[in-house]
């Protein structure tokens, strides 16, 4: 019996044994798994929240210098610091908050004038040999006697119609104006935000308690203990990669995120206090897993169900607070930096929309909206195919992933409207999307920019370079069935020279609007139709069968067969085409461009008024 008692006994105590070692083990497990999990999030964390930062500077970058390109193709050429131009800008920036202080035109030698009235010497500076050389835009941190603080200067080169720099527009702005946001609380502790050039030096500065300290970012990291070197970051970002490391004094810990701007070298840099990531965890194993220890024997059951059960809780309410948070910041920080925009945030499993800054021109939408359809059509007029397109962004807010740009355009009232619409579906570590943010900009006057710097401003036709880049981005995706070819068509206007000399170079621009009105009515309104300068012109006919193209060639010839007269003279202009025909969409351009000029060549020299498809010799 005493025998029997005993290995009971050694039993039990065996059983208490193996499972407080089992419990201690998963404790332990659940600690380890626990803080990587939770260190895992706070990284993903950091990693979207230097991802917000950056594409709000490089929104307000990527504003000033489309504004600055769109000037620039306005800016008289034969004396760009001429006073007609000082006053163009001095008049934008009293009449619209463009975000410059100053603005100034520099020609090819480095001879600036400012809106100020003020002239410079420019050509020793990066900004001005960077737009001369490279020919584009570029960005400068510079300090400014004037204001006794550091700006930012940004440019753009002036090109000519050969693409030729000829001078430097460029724009000054006060580094608050780059300002992303102040302190931001993340479960109650503090996560900074500053910016940075490649080289280390601060554009916006937020000291955190480690690597702020010194004037250069690299010296504050190379003077403490880091995980990554100063050496191997540097590399990463100059590589557009972006990159974190964890720093720490021996006392004070941080993990610090580095993102590259894609617009120029500067570089978003957050920074969070490692102590958040391990009282996260404190907080979560004090309520739950020691007071397990003291319970295993009597409950172990029952206890093992609790701590899952709280564990599965709390990693959900986290993670549900974590995402809501990330969400939320990101709509109040954009909606705070892109004052006028219309700024959405769409739930998916709810299909919920709410609105915030909810104003757009005369349009005020609801806060909260969940018939999206019938809420946004309300705003437009009827129009089959701008319904179409609203209804493909709404599925696609619903589907999609990532930042995706749409563009709406609609007539109302003889008035053409633009709207841009931006999403951006962020996924989780498993795939997972919950919510899409989005923003509603009145895009209208950078169309209207667009589309006049596309345009030859006489013929109203696509001017060289437009109407090559349009061919080009058709032949990406094109494909041909048998017994069709895209034809590449130059068209030169014979006696052209004459008509100018004998009536008059105003009649001869009439000419050239009557012959591009003509190829607009002549051709299918999908074709592409240009001018190439002068008195040439050029036609892409897609996807024509072959036979047709002499037909409709000939038929063109006719039409353009045309006399003008002034003062008792007359002239008579025809037309003469070279065409290239194309069977294989990979066909480069300027391939085209010479089997076309060739066949042109060959009607020219013979006889004129007539056309001819090149041939291989």
């Known amino acids: 019996m005493k025998n029997k008692e005993k290995k009971k006994y050694i039993f039990i105590l065996s059983f208490l044994a193996v499972t407080v070692i089992f419990i201690s083990w998963t404790l332990f497990k659940f600690y380890s798994v626990t803080h990587k999990r939770i260190y895992d999030m706070k990284i993903e964390e950091m990693k979207n929240f230097s991802m ?48 410059f202080q100053r603005m100034g035109i520099a020609d090819a030698k480095g001879n600036a004038r400012i809106t100020n009235g003020k002239t410079l010497k420019i050509d020793n500076r990066n900004y001005f040999r960077t737009c001369m050389k490279e020919k584009k835009a570029t960005t400068e941190i510079r300090y400014s006697d004037m204001v006794d603080k550091q700006i930012c200067i940004i440019a753009v080169p002036i090109l000519d119609d050969s693409k030729e720099a000829v001078g430097v527009l460029y724009g000054l702005s006060e580094l608050d104006f780059f ?172 299909k919920e929309l709410r609105f915030i800054n909810r104003t757009l021109g005369e349009m005020e939408f609801p806060e909260v909206a969940y018939n999206l359809p019938v809420v946004f059509m309300k705003y437009f007029p009827e129009n089959q195919e701008l319904h179409q397109q609203l209804k493909q962004i709404f599925e696609n807010m619903q589907r999609g992933k990532g930042k995706r740009d749409f563009l709406v355009s609609f007539s109302n009232e003889g008035k053409m409207t633009y709207l841009r619409i931006q999403l951006i579906t962020p996924v989780d570590e498993k795939g997972n999307t919950r919510q899409c943010i989005g923003m509603i900009e009145d895009y209208t006057e950078r169309q209207i920019i667009r589309e006049n710097a596309e345009k030859d401003p006489l013929t109203k036709l696509y001017n060289r370079n437009s109407s090559r880049e349009k061919i080009e981005a058709f032949q990406k995706n094109s494909q041909l069935s048998p017994g069709v070819v ?112 060739e066949a042109l060549y060959q009607v020219k020299k013979e006889r004129k008024n007539g056309f001819r498809i090149y041939e291989e010799k």
């Open 486 to 597: 895209h034809a590449y068509v130059i068209l030169d206007i014979d006696n052209f020279k004459v008509l100018n000399d004998t009536l008059g170079h105003q009649i001869g621009d009439q000419a050239l609007q009557d012959v591009a009105e003509i190829l607009l009515r002549h051709f299918r309104s999908y074709d592409i139709v240009g001018r190439l300068g002068g008195d040439e012109f050029i036609v892409f006919l897609k996807n024509i069968p072959q036979e047709a193209v002499c037909r409709n060639i000939s038929s063109l010839l006719r039409k353009l067969s045309r006399t003008y007269e002034k003062g008792g003279k007359s002239v008579q202009i025809t037309a003469s085409a070279g065409i290239a025909l194309i069977s294989n969409p990979q066909t480069e351009f300027s391939e085209m461009y010479r089997m076309a000029d």
């Open 179 to 350: 300002r992303i946001y102040d302190n931001t609380i993340l479960e109650d502790k503090n996560t900074y935000i500053q910016v940075v050039d490649l080289t280390g030096n601060y554009i916006r500065k937020k000291q955190s308690s480690l690597i702020g300290k010194k004037e250069n970012i690299f010296d504050g990291i190379g003077s403490i203990e880091s995980t990554v070197s100063v050496e191997e970051i540097r590399k990463k970002i100059q590589q557009d990669e972006q990159v974190y490391t964890e720093v720490t004094n021996g006392k004070s810990k941080e993990i610090v995120y580095f993102t590259p701007l894609q617009l120029n070298d500067w570089c978003v840099v957050s920074v969070i206090d490692f102590s958040e990531v391990t009282e996260s965890v404190d907080y979560m194993l004090s309520r739950n897993a020691y007071g397990m220890v003291s319970k295993i024997i009597v409950v172990l059951l029952s206890l093992f169900l609790v701590i899952l059960y709280y564990s599965r809780q709390e990693r959900k309410q986290i993670k549900q607070f974590n995402e809501r948070l990330l969400f939320d910041e990101e709509i109040m920080l954009t909606a705070a930096e892109k004052s006028g925009f219309v700024i959405m945030s769409y739930i998916m499993e709810s």
């Open 52 to 99: 917000q930062g950056s594409a709000v500077v490089e929104k307000r970058l990527e504003g000033f210098v489309n504004l600055l390109y769109g000037l620039a193709e306005y800016i008289e050429e034969e004396d760009i610091t001429d006073s007609a131009n000082m006053e163009k800008l001095q008049h934008l920036l009293e009449k619209r908050d463009v975000g």
